[in-house]
């Protein structure tokens, strides 16, 4: 039961960390595109 | 009328739920995990800004976007009404631990209040001997009151409508960024005064569970220190702990509906507002409540009201900090039940979802007679919630702790069915979560991968740390699944199989259509609809139209026997299921733009007449119109323009649009006009013109004199002696017209007073 329970708790944590630094990519990444959006610089920059 | 609402007034919604979770998320996380919630609540806000472009890509891939319909679209019924039932939950908690929270820190105040005011002599000795000592009011049973009336004022407000809720979530919000303002700023002043304690930082070591916290997990390893036995997983149990910090993302969803036109970009300044707002807020609160207030008072005095503590341990005086205290009391009770009205919006926009799917039965969205509000559904929400609160007995750890179970299964579900339709949906999507790679031909999500597998990470670690979640919620979640399943099965059995359920409206009967009754705008244009799949027209002129400067009607003509005028029409008779139908598909292109129509059913015997009718009334510039499948639209102009010969005087003129199925569009002008002349006739016209001015006083003569005379003559021949000779002429020339154009029958009546058009877009208004 025991090793059962560490597998699942190991699993957890892989799931943990891989989709943490994934999501800090994701934060990073839109940060740019949020920018131009709150500042209306999408528009200008297509006219 | 489908009016809709700038991105301030929604963020103002949506922040009224996800930034008050800044009153009490980080005192209940700090309970849990120890001194370095703050740095979890932190990392959450931060992680908030993920599930918010979750949240982005799903309502630009849906207008109503929220959990059920994007779970049902990926997972399937089952697993939407799993999802919605969490989510449910999640709403019906927002409500009373944000009551309950607002009743924490006037309590608190009030309490505190008397303990000064004891302290100067200020309580007469007779009082102080009936309570024996200083009055003090009971904290969970008084903040059990004050949440009861603020749910009953939102739930008379939320019958009443959203606008006026809108109205009030945004001025609430004004008020609290003044406060977030004051806050922040003598914050840093107090921090350079005073100095600040150290907040540990969030590794394994500096994680202190209690028995509580570790729920189901404390029994099954007593006495043992799990984030010492497993690292990452202590991390992810206190990051679970902390996961209420981002309650209301679901309230984006819900508000996206009702987000003014241009809607993807209103929708990502909307999101971008509340995760930035509730970061700061937030995230920057729960750092300062540890580094400035001292760790004997923080837990035990301020758990549940930590900005108040926070407002006391400021640098300077303190009858100030009292009155700062005050204020921030104030803020906190206008915002945490701004968040009981946000949760009753949020669960009333969730349940109309599910009951449009004929989820719920009919009975529960049959509108309001006087406010045309799903009040029932409200009803039942609020029900609910008075009966948490009551429950609860005014225990916000408890609230909390249940609260997160509501909100992580939803996103989870949410995650995990955003991630799914990245394979699965072939339709529409206006944006999508970042970080997309392509591998053999085949996009790999590893933005929305990541998101989710945190989600589901939490989501299933809470299950075990969480008892008092796990079994409320789970227990609430099962009775509102078997409510939706056999609901769903009546609906199924009363409603053909699949058939799709429709937007209940609010009649208002008039006698005539009139444009000032209907509050409409002269210059508007109408849009008369009949079949409800073929709406292309409704969608070029909304495309065309800035329905903030000109109004835009939809019209449908129910043809009776009866006439126009007959009063005594019932409901039923001039709104059947079949306008219902007409009209939901309107308002779902209405929705998809973000652009305010006014809906009107016109009771008629001639459809053409009740449409000019309807035009002249209601001052119309334009009718746009769909081609009709049984005439071509020079035909569709014709049969317009005798209607209009037949109106009885004063009558406009208007422009008539058809618009094709590829967006071509024909125009033609209704009602009297210059006519449309050939080159010859022109040139001819030209020529007389130039020999006429030859003659000894005629120089100055105009073309339109000529014209005149021209017209003065024929009319007098007409009428005299000539008359077959003309008609005769005329007949030859439409037959040589007729031949030349392709249009037919030479015997063909040209269309009274109509002249075809060339612009391509409905006329601008001309009133304005």
Redesign the interface.
Known sequence: MDFI?TIA??L??G?????????L???L??FV??AE??FDL?DKGHS | MLTFISYWRAAAIVLNDLASSAFYACGIAEQAVGKSAPWFIVGVM??S??VR?VYVESCSMFVRGGVYRVVKEALGGTLAKLSVSALMFDYVLTGPISGVSAGQYIVGLLNEVMVTADAHGWIPRAVHNIFHGTPQLNVNWTSVVFALAVTIYYWWENIKGIHESSEKALWVMQITTVMVVMLLGWSGFTLLKNGFQHVPLPSPGNLHFTSESLGFLHH?FPGQSLPQM????G??IA?GHSVLAMSGEESLAQVNRELAHPKL?NL??TA??IALYSFIFTGLTALLAVMLIPDSVRVPVYKDNLIAGLAMYMYGPEIVRLIFRGFVVVVGFLILSGAVNTAIIGSNGVLNRVSEDGVLADWFRLPHRKYGTSFRIINLIVGLQLFTIIASRGDVYALGEAYAFGVIWSFAFKGLAMLVLRFKYKGERGWK???NFHIAGYEIP??M??????????A??NLFTKSVATVSGVTFSAVFFVIFTLSEYANRKKHAKGQQQNDQFQLLQRDTVERESLNIHPGNILVPVRDYNTLTHLHWALEKINTLEQDVVVMSARISRFGAAAYDLTPEQIFSDYEQTLFTRAVAVAESFGKKVSLLVVPAVDVWAAIVQTANNLESSAVVAGVSSKMSPPEQAFNLGRAWEALPEPKRQFVFQVVYPDDHVESFRIGPHSPSMKDEDVLLLHRLWLNITREPGLDKLHHHEILREALTRFAHDYGARDRDDILKELRRLNATDAAESGRGSPNASPAPVVQRESDDGPPANRSS
Do not use: C
């Open positions: 329970i708790a190991r957890l944590e799931m943990f960390v891989v989709g943490l630094l994934g999501s990519g994701v934060l990444v839109s595109e949020d959006t709150l999408e | 931060l992680f800004f993920t472009a099954r497993f690292g990452v997983l991390i992810l990051f970009k990502k300044r971008i507002v979560v970042p970080i590893f933005g991968a990541s998101v989710t597998m945190v989600l589901l990470a939490v299933l670690v």
